[in-house]
C-alpha cells in the first residue's frame, strides 16, 4: 500500500489528524496545539490496517504539516519520536529546549 492510497485529514474538534483508506478509519495522531508547538501524544493504527505503512504515512504527513505551518513539535508519542530518531531530516521540528529529552 503506499501512501496515495491513504487520505489525510485534520480533525480539529478531536484534536487530531485521521488517516483513512477507502474511507475507513485507519489510524490517527492526537495532538495538542500550542503557541509556537504542536504537541504529538498518541498515534495509533487501527489493527485491520497494521503492516501496511499507516503509522508512517501518519507521520510523515503530521511533521509535514508541521513544518508548513511552521511549528516546532513535542514528541511526546513515542511513535512520533521514533520517526524523528530515524528519520533525521525532521529532527530539526522538535523544539530545540527539548531535543536532549527526547534524544533527537
Same mark, same amino acid.
Given at each position: 500500500?503506499?501512501?496515495?492510497? /491513504?487520505? $489525510? %485529514?485534520?480533525? #480539529?474538534?478531536?484534536?487530531?489528524? &485521521?488517516?483513512?483508506?477507502? *474511507?475507513?478509519?485507519?489510524?490517527?495522531?492526537?495532538?495538542?496545539?500550542?503557541?509556537?508547538? /504542536?504537541? $504529538? %501524544?498518541?498515534? #495509533?493504527?487501527?489493527?485491520?490496517? &497494521?503492516?501496511?505503512?499507516? *503509522?508512517?504515512?501518519?507521520?510523515?504527513?503530521?511533521?509535514?504539516?508541521?513544518?508548513?505551518?511552521?511549528?516546532?513539535?513535542?514528541?511526546?508519542?513515542?511513535?512520533?519520536?521514533?520517526?524523528?530518531?530515524?528519520?533525521?531530516?525532521?529532527?530539526?521540528?522538535?523544539?530545540?529546549?527539548?531535543?536532549?529529552?527526547?534524544?533527537?
Amino acid at each position: 500500500m503506499s501512501n496515495n492510497d /491513504i487520505v $489525510f %485529514t485534520s480533525n #480539529e474538534a478531536a484534536h487530531r489528524y &485521521e488517516a483513512a483508506i477507502d *474511507g475507513k478509519l485507519a489510524g490517527y495522531a492526537e495532538y495538542n496545539l500550542l503557541t509556537d508547538a /504542536i504537541m $504529538f %501524544t498518541h498515534t #495509533e493504527v487501527l489493527p485491520e490496517f &497494521e503492516g501496511k505503512g499507516v *503509522g508512517s504515512g501518519i507521520a510523515k504527513h503530521v511533521l509535514g504539516e508541521a513544518r508548513t505551518k511552521g511549528l516546532h513539535v513535542i514528541p511526546v508519542c513515542q511513535f512520533i519520536a521514533g520517526y524523528i530518531r530515524k528519520h533525521r531530516e525532521y529532527a530539526d521540528l522538535v523544539r530545540p529546549d527539548i531535543q536532549r529529552a527526547f534524544k533527537i
